[in-house]
Nanobody, 116 residues
Framework: QVQLVESGGGLVQPGGSLRLSCAAS?????????MNWYRQAPGKEREWVGI???????NYADSVKGRFTISRDNAKNTVYLQMNNLKPEDTAVYYC?????????WGRGTQVTVSS
């Protein structure tokens, strides 16, 4: 059974950092999936944050460019989201999504709260 589990969320002060992880299991070839991060703030629609492709190409939403970094470790079936210089407006539930082979899979999310 395919599963994505996000972890690493929590409460952090403005200007702080967090690293989120998304651990994949049940995938026959994790490296064949593009991995995305999304987030959803209370009362708002889910927002795309960034992507790392199967070949390592990376792109980010303008709102996080220069502050967030996506990476993946295919040997560990894990994708990461390093978040620096966090702002209150980054508060949201963060989700990872695997896309490939005509399918898409979502994790359940991890809460990130940026507050003093």
């Amino acid at each position: 059974q395919v599963q994505l589990v996000e972890s690493g969320g929590g409460l952090v002060q403005p200007g702080g950092s967090l690293r989120l992880s998304c651990a994949a299991s049940g995938f026959s070839m994790f490296s064949g999936y593009a991995m995305n991060w999304y987030r959803q703030a209370p009362g708002k629609e889910r927002e795309w944050v960034g992507i790392i492709t199967t070949t390592g190409g990376i792109n980010y939403a303008d709102s996080v460019k220069g502050r967030f970094t996506i990476s993946r470790d295919n040997a560990k079936n894990t994708v990461y989201l390093q978040m620096n210089n966090l702002k209150p407006e980054d508060t949201a539930v963060y989700y990872c999504k695997a896309a490939g082979y005509g399918a898409a899979y979502w994790g359940r999310g991890t809460q990130v709260t940026v507050s003093s």
